[in-house]
Each structure stands twice: as structure tokens, then as C-alpha cells.
């Protein structure tokens, strides 16, 4: 009895030993606790003493975060999930003029600048004459040189003595019609600028009107500018010109900025025939609005 009784013992441990064996890493053979990696290997639990890179015996437990020293469990809410504390990020500093380019990522400047080619000023708004020029956008009130730009001037001392002209605007007269007409001795002179149409109008820039007289004076003679046909348009200008026997006399003037009614012609003409003999003649110049 006491044979059958160890051979029975010996078979079990035997038994035990081939089927840990044959299901490698059970339960059965670790010391400690162990977690289920499948549904047959398992693995030791390792808690954070063991250090970073595991790549197992983690445990599916509650996230918790570690400090530096200890691990904390992870905070949370049920409506916005975990929460994240933005207290310690560095980056945002109080905005002051002649801020220079970061040189980090997240330095953060909080309100609106705008760059004067070497740091960052604060964008400001108009509130006053003579402003200084930190803060004010060059976009506004500049002014094309022909290969950079220039900040617009306005009247100053400064710039009333400037032996440059940078910052002022070019301009010139417009002129992109001229009419004129020459007609024999003792008859009226007229020219017109017919029509544009639509919402055109015409605006005289400069105007020449002229007597040649020969043997006989000319006594003053009307030239009208008409905001019309001839002899039929409003009169915008009158101006009278005379001359002695065997000379000439003109109206010469430019610089003007005439402008008519849409659609509607513009004429420059003597009111009348110059005396007998006489030869009258007109021009005038000027540009369309659309």
C-alpha cells in the first residue's frame, strides 16, 4: 500500500511538471502576481521601480501620471475627459514696442504688431495729427519710388526744406483729347468734343483761343466754354480778346479742371465772327470720366 501510495505521488508531481511544460509561463511558475498578455502566456506585474520601455506586465489599470518622484492618478471629467494643465506653458509676455523675432516656438505675442524691418511694434490706431510713426502700418499712406516704398509727406518744416522729394506724389496734368479749329478770316471759330455717352463726362484741362488781325482791329471778342453743342450748351467760362491793326492777341491757359455734364458734348468758340479781315482760332485739351 505504501508502494502504490509513492507511486501515486510520483505520477502527480510527474503529471504536474509535463503540464507546466506544455502551457510555458502559467501562473503557476511566477512568484509574484501576473497579468494575461493571451489567453496563454502571462507575464509578471512590474510596478515603476523597473524603470521606462516595458513592453509588458503593465496591467490595464487607471492611467496615472508620474511626477518626477512618485506616480499620481491621472485627473478627469466626465464632460471634457482629462484634463490637461496649460498654467506652465511659456511662451506669452506682455506686449511692449521694438519686440524682437522669437527665436523659440512657442514665444507668443498676444496682440496685433506690425514689423519695421528689424522688431515688432504694436499696431496702432489713428487718434490724433502728428502720430508717430512706431505702430502705423507702411500699406497705408506710402507711396511707390519706382523700386521700393516711401511713407507719404505731409506739409512740415521738414519737409518744405527736404532737398529730396521722397514721400510726395508724383503727378501731372491729364490731357487725353485735344480740339481744335483753324477756319478762314471772318468766321467764327468753334470745336467741340463730341459725346462719351452713359455716365462720360468731359473736363477741360487747358484752353487757346486767338486773333490774328490784318488791316482792320479787332474789337473784344467772346470765347465761351460750353457744357455743349455749339451755341446751344451752357456756359461753364466766357473770356474776351482784342487786337490792333497787324497784331495778334491770345488766351493762353492751362491748369484748368472744367468738367461738364454726362453725356454731353463740350465746346470752345468765338460768339461771333471777328471783324472783317480777322482770323480767330481755338484749342482746347482735356480728358473723360467713365
Known amino acids: ?16 511538471g509535463v503540464a507546466m511544460v506544455a502551457y510555458p509561463a502559467a501562473i503557476t511558475q511566477l512568484a509574484g502576481l501576473a497579468v494575461a ?8 506585474l512590474k510596478d515603476f521601480a523597473i524603470g521606462d520601455a516595458q513592453t509588458n506586465g503593465a496591467g490595464l489599470f487607471a492611467p496615472c501620471l508620474f511626477n518626477g518622484v512618485t506616480c499620481d492618478r491621472q485627473r478627469g471629467t466626465i464632460a471634457n475627459g482629462a484634463l490637461t494643465d496649460i498654467s506652465r506653458i511659456s511662451g506669452a509676455i506682455t506686449p511692449a514696442d521694438a519686440f524682437a ?14 514689423f519695421n524691418g528689424a522688431t515688432w511694434d504694436r499696431a496702432r490706431t489713428a487718434s490724433a495729427d502728428a502720430l508717430a510713426a512706431t505702430g502705423l502700418a507702411a500699406s497705408a499712406g506710402s507711396l511707390f519710388n519706382g523700386s521700393t516704398w516711401d511713407r507719404e509727406d505731409s506739409a512740415s518744416a ?5 532737398t529730396t522729394s521722397l514721400g510726395v ?43 490774328a488781325a490784318n488791316a482792320t482791329a479787332q474789337t473784344p471778342l467772346l470765347i465761351h466754354l460750353r457744357d455743349g453743342a455749339t451755341g446751344a450748351g451752357t456756359i461753364l467760362r466766357t473770356w474776351a480778346i482784342s487786337a490792333v491793326v497787324s497784331e495778334s492777341h491770345c488766351v493762353d491757359l492751362s491748369g484748368l479742371n472744367m468738367t461738364g455734364s454726362a453725356a454731353t458734348a463740350m465746346t470752345l468758340e468765338t460768339a461771333a465772327a471777328p471783324a472783317a479781315g480777322v482770323q480767330a482760332t481755338v484749342s482746347f485739351t482735356g480728358y473723360s470720366t467713365p
Open 37 to 44: 498578455q493571451s489567453t496563454t502566456q502571462w507575464n509578471q
Open 101 to 114: 523675432n522669437p527665436t523659440t516656438a512657442n514665444t507668443m505675442w498676444s496682440l496685433n504688431g506690425v
Open 1 to 16: 500500500m505504501k508502494k502504490f501510495l509513492g507511486n501515486l505521488l510520483v505520477a502527480v508531481v510527474f503529471g504536474l
Open 169 to 211: 506724389a508724383y503727378s501731372t496734368p491729364l490731357s487725353t483729347w485735344s480740339q481744335t479749329n483753324t477756319p478762314a478770316v471772318t468766321t467764327a471759330a468753334t470745336t467741340s468734343k463730341a459725346s462719351g455717352g452713359g455716365s462720360v463726362r468731359h473736363v477741360a484741362t487747358s484752353i487757346t483761343a486767338c486773333v
Open 158 to 162: 521738414t519737409n518744405n526744406t527736404a
